[in-house]
């Protein structure tokens, strides 16, 4: 962890660590990518992206990595603005990944060290509590030989 504290990501993956959470964050990125990708390659290759809509389907299946093929630039710039989409979808999956596991085993992590700092506690009281019924009992010990002592020096 950074010195000055989580890093942007780690915060990001924190407020959507819930299951239903993770599912939604990834589907809105997801369709963040895909759609500045649409928007971008309907600029850059009007010919092979004519509406909007195919534009965003292309961008969504490149985006996901499935790619089935049907819709594809042709043009190298369409090419690379493809490039990108797909290094985006695969580096965007790893690092929510990542940061989703590195989450889950912190707060494993410390639900073990809660656990652990219980047990430490119960183990201390029942120490405490023996020793203080080994002080009474030397107490009571005490008085027991302070009244044979002074039954012997009577």
Known sequence: MPRGGPSLIERRVRKIV???SVTFGLALTFIGLAVAGAVVMRI???HNFPTLGSATWWALQTVTT???G??????RLGQFVGGIEMVLGIAFITFVTAGVTSTVIQREEAKGRESDREHL???TQTIIDSLQQANEALATLAKRLDAIEAKVSR
């Open 18 to 20: 819930s299951a239903r």
């Open 44 to 46: 850059l290759d009007p």
């Open 66 to 68: 499935v790619g089935y």
């Open 70 to 75: 049907d819709i594809v630039p042709t043009t």
């Open 121 to 123: 506690e119960q183990r």
